[in-house]
Structures are given as structure tokens and as C-alpha cells.
């Protein structure tokens, strides 16, 4: 299977063998033509199956293929990620795949001085890249502008939820319009992710490319029926 019949453009098809990719990964197979058409996602991969490039193509895609905005740009599709490395690495992947393309994309993150993201903001985005915290201080400065998102991604979910992000997160969702496409991305699907994905998500499709909290094919597991007091000597056995 090639990247074109999965209905991407001949602009992505091209950055995309560019990297060097002669076909997609399963996620990208189930997520790209689903993405593509509008609908939402609930989508159980880790990292290392491709997931980025999954989300990433068809959101540069649908996003290009809209119509101009004349003046500045607002934001129309918002991926939130967990941690600063992983927007730094996501948002070097929208660059890379929308190489070809006519969109800015810009990445904020906290840590790092505040003003010189405000200038670039200003500047007008169409794909923003951004880790909870840092965002939410843009907006409550009235730096940012979220009315217009079309696409919201929440990448890792269940790792922002580890680190205390949910409110973040909820506080996030009332600046976005309701009528938007959404996409979660989350290695595991506790019980809080599922109710996060059933307030997010309109009629969304799963998909599914490892078994749910798999442990790494190197790691061997073993289960021993023993006395709670006994736990601790036979571990060090
Ligand atoms: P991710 O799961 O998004 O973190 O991606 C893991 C790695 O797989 C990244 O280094 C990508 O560059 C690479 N990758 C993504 N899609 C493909 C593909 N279709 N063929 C080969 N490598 C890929």
C-alpha cells in the first residue's frame, strides 16, 4: 500500500518519500483516509508506530486545502503534547511534511522566555504546537486567540493526565469552538482517558494498533500466587 491511496496530496506524498518512507505504518493506514474525511478519533498507539506523521498529514492536508483567510492567521488546528521535547519533536514534523505546503506552524512551550513566542503569535500561525501550561498563560495574557481551531489533537493523553494536566486541559477545551474535529492519541486507555474521549469526541473511530498498557516484547512477565509477607523474599529470589 502507498501513501497516495490512502488519499493523501501530491505535495505530502512527496515530503513524505522525501523522509525516505516507502509505506505507511498500520496507525497511518487506519488514521489517515478517517482523518481526512472529518471524523474524530479515539486512537490507542504508542510511540514508535508512526502516530505523528498518522495525525500530522491529514491535518496539514484538510487544513490547506481550506479556504485562504485574508489578513493575519489565526490558529486553525492546536496539538497539545505533554511534554516540551515531544511539541518540539511534533513540531518538527508538521515542518518537515508541510515543506511543500503554504502554512506556519509555531511551537510554545514553558521554560523558555515568554515574549519572543508573543511576537511570533502576532505574526499569525495556522498550526500551533503547545504544552498545556504555557498555553493557557498566552491565553490568560490575550496573546492567543483559539475561536477559530478546526482541529484539536491531543497527543499522549494518558501521560498528560499522569502529570496533572487535566484541568489544564478542561480549561483549554472552553477557548476552542464546539465545532471542531478532534483527535486523541493516548498509549493506554484508563478509565479517565475514556471519560476525557467521551466529553471530547463526536461519534468518534477507534483505532486500535497495539493491545491496550502492552508491556515491551522484551519484557518477560510471570505470575506467582504467594502470601503478602512473602512478597519481598521471593522478588529477591
Ligand atoms: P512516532 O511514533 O510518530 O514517534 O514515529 C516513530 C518514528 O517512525 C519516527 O522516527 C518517524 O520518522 C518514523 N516513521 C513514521 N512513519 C514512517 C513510515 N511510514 N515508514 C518509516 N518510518 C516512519
Redesign the pocket.
Same mark, same amino acid.
Given at each position: 500500500m502507498s501513501f497516495d491511496s490512502l488519499g493523501l496530496s501530491a505535495e505530502l506524498v512527496r515530503a513524505v518519500s522525501d /523522509?525516505g518512507?516507502s509505506?505507511? $505504518?498500520p496507525v497511518?493506514r487506519q488514521a489517515i483516509p478517517v482523518i481526512l474525511e472529518g471524523r474524530d478519533i479515539l486512537a490507542g498507539a504508542q $510511540?514508535? *508506530?508512526? /502516530? *505523528?506523521?498518522g495525525f500530522t498529514l491529514p491535518m496539514l492536508q484538510r487544513l490547506s486545502a481550506g479556504k485562504p483567510v485574508n489578513g493575519r492567521r489565526p490558529v486553525r488546528a492546536l496539538v497539545l503534547t505533554p511534554t516540551r521535547e515531544l511539541a518540539a519533536q511534533v513540531g518538527e514534523s508538521v515542518e518537515v511534511y508541510g515543506r511543500h505546503l503554504q502554512l506556519s506552524s509555531s511551537v510554545i512551550f514553558g521554560g523558555v522566555k515568554i515574549n519572543p513566542q508573543i511576537q511570533r503569535l502576532r505574526r499569525g500561525v495556522d498550526i500551533l504546537v503547545a504544552t498545556p501550561g504555557r498555553l493557557l498563560d498566552h491565553a490568560s495574557q490575550g496573546t492567543l486567540d483559539l475561536s477559530r481551531v478546526e482541529i484539536l489533537v491531543l497527543d499522549e493523553a494518558d501521560r498528560m493526565l499522569d502529570m496533572g494536566f487535566l484541568p489544564d486541559i478542561r480549561r483549554i477545551l472552553t477557548d476552542v469552538p464546539r465545532k471542531r474535529q478532534s483527535l486523541l492519541f493516548s498509549a493506554t486507555m484508563p478509565a479517565p482517558i475514556r471519560t476525557l474521549a467521551n466529553d471530547i469526541l463526536r461519534d468518534p473511530v477507534s483505532v486500535q494498533v497495539a493491545r491496550v498498557s502492552s508491556p515491551a516484547e522484551t519484557v518477560m512477565q510471570r505470575v506467582y500466587h504467594v502470601e503478602h509477607s512473602q512478597k519481598a523474599n521471593l522478588l529477591v529470589h
Open positions: /523522509k518512507y509505506e505507511p $505504518t497511518q $510511540t514508535g *508506530t508512526g /502516530k *505523528t506523521a
